[in-house]
T-cell receptor
Framework: AQSVTQLGSHVSVSEGALVLLRCNYS??????LFWYVQYPNQGLQLLLK??????LVKGINGFEAEFKKSETSFHLTKPSAHMSDAAEYFC???????????FGKGTMLLVSP | SQTIHQWPATLVQPVGSPLSLECTVE??????LYWYRQAAGRGLQLLFY??????ISSEVPQNLSASRPQDRQFILSSKKLLLSDSGFYLC?????????????FGEGSRLTVL
């Protein structure tokens, strides 16, 4: 079965600092991986996804993630945090039939001035 | 363009009362439809998904049921709510099989059971 582990329920950074949100996955098939962002009381919005091909994936708002098969990881990074990046971030892996997504428990990103 | 609507946005219900949350998708045909529940500190839990009218798959046995009476309509129901049903319910859609599973979410419905 597919599973996702996000290390750290909360991550705090200063504005302008590097953002690193960690995600490790388990998958019985070649993984399709996703990062979503959720602002308070809203639905989730796709940041980026990896299916096949280039392992470094660029998304919206300056975020990127790198698929590392040997480490079963898909960490999310952004070189310089902005106050507007404060939100909850979810990593997800597609099911073996690629019809549903299994989500991690989320990481709340706090950005201080 | 495709849009997804959920209602009501917020709901406060007493224990033992019924529930109906509705979700509709516009601008696409024959989507996969999903209900997720988000509880504090527990991430998103897949409750039901549907690949077509009348076809419902339940991921977690519980006090809830789902129905898909029309191609782009997905309803989450309960006959008698429990305190543990409180949470933020998210409807989502995706294109059909083999499309990498990207989900598009509604704005959510916050349910408080008292």
């Amino acid at each position: 079965a597919q599973s996702v582990t996000q290390l750290g329920s909360h991550v705090s950074v200063s504005e302008g600092a590097l953002v690193l949100l960690r995600c490790n996955y388990s998958s019985s098939v070649p993984p399709y991986l996703f990062w979503y962002v959720q602002y308070p009381n809203q639905g989730l919005q796709l940041l980026l996804k990896y299916t096949t091909g280039a392992t470094l994936v660029k998304g919206i708002n300056g975020f990127e993630a790198e698929f590392k098969k040997s480490e079963t990881s898909f960490h999310l990074t952004k070189p310089s945090a902005h106050m507007s990046d404060a939100a909850e971030y979810f990593c997800a892996v597609a099911s073996s039939g690629y019809s549903t997504l299994t989500f991690g428990k989320g990481t709340m990103l706090l950005v201080s001035p | 363009s495709q849009t997804i609507h959920q209602w009501p946005a917020t709901l406060v219900q007493p224990v033992g009362s019924p529930l109906s949350l509705e979700c509709t998708v516009e601008g696409t045909s024959n989507p996969n439809l999903y209900w997720y529940r988000q509880a504090a500190g527990r991430g998103l839990q897949l409750l039901f998904y549907s690949v077509g009218i009348g076809q419902i798959s339940s991921e977690v046995p519980q006090n809830l049921s789902a129905s898909r009476p029309q191609d782009r309509q997905f309803i989450l129901s309960s006959k008698k709510l429990l305190l543990s049903d409180s949470g933020f319910y998210l409807c989502a859609w995706s294109v059909q099989w083999g499309q990498a599973g990207e989900l598009f979410f509604g704005e959510g419905s916050r349910l408080t059971v008292l």
